[in-house]
């Protein structure tokens, strides 16, 4: 049996308990603090809860050439276009993989996929009715690559209803407990974790300290750290309309020896500019689900250059991308590559290997696939995961969270390289 990572002895199980269902309850929380403008730009989320079409963007995929009729699958998203928050680059991976999936149909079934977007506006209630709708809708087979705090309100209506959630962001409890939810990532839990760790793994770091948000949920971080065995030392709020951090990062800098960054990109940049404008030199990190993409880390300039960076998924240049990196291509969308891209890209691979060789294509068949799946590799931009086998993420309290793992990248000449080859799982031993 593998050992936590800072985990805590018999004794103090009662503590650990309680700390289990804090933790599982802080995602919701977190996820609207920290992703609330990780995806903010273009895009053509309407907000409103009413489904749309595959209008991503990007240049048009390959032909369609399956003829069959067509599946419906599902996107929820915790997105405005009112409050100027949506998810493009995460479109766009959704689209680079549909386009390929729909020349012979998922799963080689010559049946095309329709993908319908939903966007929630922030508000629980619209999430429950973008639930509802995906369960209503007869072609629809499942709902993938959703990003949404309102895990604990849609998956109710999903079991109900046997539709499978597939590679949604894991933030709340159920999407962590669920039997119809498959997660391809840890999640925060692991973005934010790996922040602290590759700091400690790689740049040697003993005294970490947390820049954060003033938004909600973000005050946990540093709790959260702890009970991955990866402490910080310090803390400073960064208010996000703030327009200068140079105070904060001042105060931070003289009391860590490295800086997480649990913000949202804009925040981000602003700390780490504000940091280097000082004259300081201490380690930074941040999350690869930011979206720093080749574009944004251009804008960036220097001020980024040498920065750490936790990754949910493999780099572009690693060997088993290159599918990935082709679909994108094909798109014209290579500069939107991202984990909100990879994100996409990968719920739908996952969804077109449960669909291979199933004499009956409905969501019955799809779940009882991906239940059974032991060995499903992202295309390459994640380890083999095992679906059957419940995880041990922070004492086995979410066990559909089976990818404990990440990448430690490094921003060096203007783009992310590695800085340890493959996958890292910096949580568990043993």
Do not use: H
Request: proline share 6%; aromatic share 6%.
């Amino acid at each position: 049996m593998r050992r936590q990572v800072g985990s805590l002895g018999a004794s103090d199980g009662g503590v650990r308990t309680a700390m289990n269902r804090n933790i599982v309850r802080w995602g919701a929380l977190v996820v609207l603090g920290m992703l609330t403008c990780w995806g903010c730009g273009g895009g053509d989320g309407a907000g409103s809860g009413e489904p749309q079409g595959d209008r991503s963007g990007g240049a048009p995929g390959p032909t369609v050439g399956a003829t069959g009729e067509p599946v419906t699958v599902w996107v929820i998203e915790d997105s405005s276009k009112a409050a100027g928050v949506e998810f493009p680059n995460l479109r766009s991976g959704i689209k680079a993989r549909v386009a390929r999936i729909n020349v012979e149909g998922l799963g080689g079934s010559g049946r095309p996929v329709r993908v319908r977007y939903c966007s929630t506006g922030f508000d629980p209630n619209t999430a429950a009715k973008c639930a509802r709708d995906a369960v209503a809708d007869r072609s629809a087979i499942a709902v993938a690559a959703s990003i949404s705090a309102n895990g604990d309100t849609v998956l109710p209506i999903l079991e109900e209803g046997g539709l499978p959630n597939v590679g949604a962001t894991p933030f709340s409890q159920r999407d962590g407990t669920s039997p119809i939810s498959f997660p391809t990532t840890g999640g925060l839990i692991t973005a934010t974790g790996c922040q602290a760790a590759v700091l400690r793994d790689v740049a040697g770091a003993e005294k970490i300290g947390v820049a954060r948000s003033d938004t909600p949920g973000a005050d946990q971080v540093r709790a959260l750290l702890g009970a991955l065995g990866v402490p910080a030392a310090a803390e400073v709020v960064t208010p996000t309309a703030e327009p200068d951090y140079s105070a904060q990062m001042g105060a931070i800098s003289a009391k860590a020896d490295a800086v997480v960054l649990a913000q949202d990109p804009a925040t981000a940049l602003k700390a780490v500019t504000a940091l280097r404008s000082i004259g300081s030199d201490v380690p930074v990190a941040g999350s690869g689900a930011q979206s720093w993409t080749p574009e944004r880390i251009k804008q960036a300039g220097e001020a980024v250059e040498g920065m750490y960076l936790a990754l949910w998924f493999a780099l572009d240049d690693a060997p088993g991308a290159k599918r990935y990196v082709a679909d994108m291509r094909a798109i014209d969308a290579l500069d939107q590559s991202d984990d909100q891209a990879k994100l996409g890209w990968v719920a739908f691979e996952l969804l077109d290997q449960a669909a291979r060789g199933l004499p009956t294509l409905d969501r019955a068949s799809i779940t009882t696939a991906l239940s059974q799946m032991r060995s499903f590799d992202g295309g390459g931009l994640t380890p083999t995961i095992d679906f059957t086998t419940p995880g041990k993420l922070l004492f086995g309290a979410q066990p559909r969270l089976v990818n404990d793992a990440c990448v430690y990248g490094r921003i060096k000449d203007g783009r992310i390289v590695s800085v340890r080859s493959g996958f890292v799982r910096p949580f568990a031993t043993g």
